[in-house]
């Protein structure tokens, strides 16, 4: 059976880092895409960003590009997010996902919609305070 586990999150400080793994099993083809989200309390699930495995091709919402990075071992079937800079807006719950669809445009996968993801993790909490 699919399975994701995340791991790495925690407390940091503003302006501190922590990198996110997600850990992938069970699939009987390779992912074709794994995506992170986040969602904080009242708020809607948030795609923040995605990562093809073929080729490494990612994505980052705007919110985080130039302070996140989207890595993936293929060989560890693992999924990274190395998150610096942070700052308390980027408390929230993060999952990984994966696409159920085995190919796509990368015009749609930007899209990050929850709804296209089949496989989700159970979430680990990231919060960022003084």
């Known amino acids: 059976q699919v399975q994701l586990v995340e791991s790495g999150g925690g407390l940091v400080q503003p302006g501190g880092s922590l990198r996110l793994s997600c850990a992938a099993s069970g699939f009987t083809l390779p992912y074709f895409v794994i995506g992170w989200f986040r969602q904080a309390p009242g708020k809607e699930r948030e795609g923040v960003s995605c990562i093809r495995r073929a080729d490494g091709t990612s994505y980052y919402t705007d919110s985080v590009k130039g302070r996140f990075t989207i890595s993936r071992d293929n060989a560890k079937n693992t999924v990274y997010l190395q998150m610096n800079s942070l700052k308390p807006e980027d408390t929230a719950v993060y999952y990984c996902?994966?696409?159920?669809?085995?190919?796509?445009?990368?015009?749609?996968?930007?899209?990050?919609?929850?709804?296209?993801?089949?496989?989700w993790g159970q979430g680990t909490q990231v919060t960022v305070s003084s």
């Open positions: 996902a994966s696409l159920r669809a085995t190919w796509a445009s990368w015009v749609s996968i930007q899209r990050m919609r929850p709804n296209d993801y089949g496989y």
